[in-house]
């Protein structure tokens, strides 16, 4: 006679199939005829990329051809702010996941188009210090032929923990050693990034720029997306008086800085220099000085000898409706 259980079978979860992984994570795969999008794994599990900008890459790849994806659409969509956003889009460009490049509409305007690639394109390298590589923990990939999982205990942090029979343990990656900062020296920044303006350029203003310094930093009054920093408004003031010293007004200029602005305006100050450079008006021409009439002295007062009238004339006389009257002559 068979022995008798005091308990039942389990039964089955309905959609969970039997693994035989002692722990992790258990696949439930589901057949989907469409509204699908394939990713490489090579970008799902990359070995540098943050989880941001991993799932940042794929919500990309999902959307269709021409959805924007600029920094602000995105921040409106998710709930991690526009400093995370920016820096996942950094990433996916340092690792050739993502590519923007400015061009030039059939209009004329200049728009940034950005290019998705579901395979990594290959990205120069940017002279400057490298960076160390990450440090990446031991990670236990348990064999399929052990059947209990490792038991966990905070008490025994300080010693090692013990490696279950067959089981495959990644080496920590060694990392390069930091060399020491001096506190009164920072640390220099790579070559070109994200910097405005060269080394050396003075943060303040010229001598005679005060007109020009108003003017930009007024131009935020007309559009928010103009506010300049400090710098690159003493930066753009020489620009500004150099149209001022051709005989444009004040009018003239902001209309041209604020007039046909792009739709995503990512870096105020490097349009605003591309149209003072670009745009900067020929001095007006000097007026035409006509000659000068010979000055004359009017003629004297005279008493008509008819009217007794007073006229100018060079000569005693008549005057001009006497002169028109026939004179009448008497025999003695």
Known sequence: MAEMKPNSVPRRIHEVRRTDTPSGVAHVRAHQP??????????????????????????????????????????????????????????LEAHGYLRRVRERTESGRIATRTYAH??????PAVPGPAAAPRARRPVSRPSRDAR??????????????????????????????????????????????????????DATPRPGDDKAVALLAGLRRTDARLTLSRRD????????????????????????????????????????????RDQLPLPLPEPAVLPARPATAPHPMRNCDGCDRGFRAPEPGRCRDCRAVPVTTYAA
């Open 34 to 91: 469409d509204r699908f999008t394939v990713v490489g794994n090579h970008l799902v599990q990359h070995p540098v990329l943050s989880l941001t900008a991993i799932g940042l890459a794929a919500h990309i790849l999902s959307l269709p051809e021409g959805a924007p994806v600029d920094i602000r659409s995105l921040a409106e969509r998710f709930p991690e702010g526009r400093e995370r956003i920016a820096f996942a889009l950094r990433e």
């Open 233 to 276: 408004v003493y930066r753009l003031a020489p620009a500004v008086t150099a149209w001022f010293d051709v005989g444009a007004g004040t009018a003239t200029v902001i209309h041209t800085l604020t007039s046909g602005l792009p739709a995503v305006l990512e870096s105020p100050a490097a349009l605003i220099a591309y149209r003072l």
């Open 118 to 123: 579901h395979l990594p394109v290959h990205v």
């Open 148 to 201: 209990t999982a490792p038991q966990e205990d905070d008490r025994g942090a300080g010693r090692a923990e013990p490696v279950p029979p067959g089981t495959t343990t990644v080496p920590l990656a060694p990392s390069a050693p930091e060399a020491p900062v001096s506190a009164a020296t920072p640390p220099a920044s790579p070559a070109g990034a994200d910097q405005l303006d060269p080394p050396g350029v």
